[in-house]
């Protein structure tokens, strides 16, 4: 099992950036990809980033592309989502997800419990 906790997330006005953290504890050795979702108010939740555990390799939804930046620390078991930019349209609660190694289906299979994430117009 992984178990995942964010944190950073809070009020912030148009503009303005915010950097969430995703720590990861358990079998970490076991995490293939990290993501970030989100999910705002009557609507599904989509993914909005994600990134390899071993590579870095990293994916955006247009939506965030060149605002928004996901890292991770492999030392630390974190990974970040810098944003930048920040538009009304971004609040929502922000979910990290991580996918195990040897899935061989879509999805994801761990979650934490989402941070607040609301930007003021």
């Known amino acids: 099992q992984v178990q995942l906790v964010e944190s950073g997330g809070g009020l912030v006005q148009a503009g303005g950036s915010l950097r969430l953290s995703c720590t990861a504890s358990g079998r970490t050795f076991n995490i293939y990809r990290m993501g970030w979702f989100r999910q705002a108010p009557g609507k599904e939740r989509e993914l909005i980033a994600s990134i390899t555990w071993s590579a870095g390799t990293t994916y955006y939804v247009d939506s965030v592309k060149g605002r928004f930046t996901i890292s991770r620390d492999n030392a630390i078991n974190k990974v970040y989502l810098q944003m930048n930019s920040l538009k009304p349209e971004d609040t929502a609660v922000y979910y990290c997800?991580?996918?195990?190694?040897?899935?061989?289906?879509?999805?994801?299979?761990?979650w934490g419990q989402g941070t607040q994430v609301t930007v003021s117009s």
């Open positions: 997800a991580a996918v195990r190694t040897g899935r061989n289906t879509a999805g994801y299979d761990y």
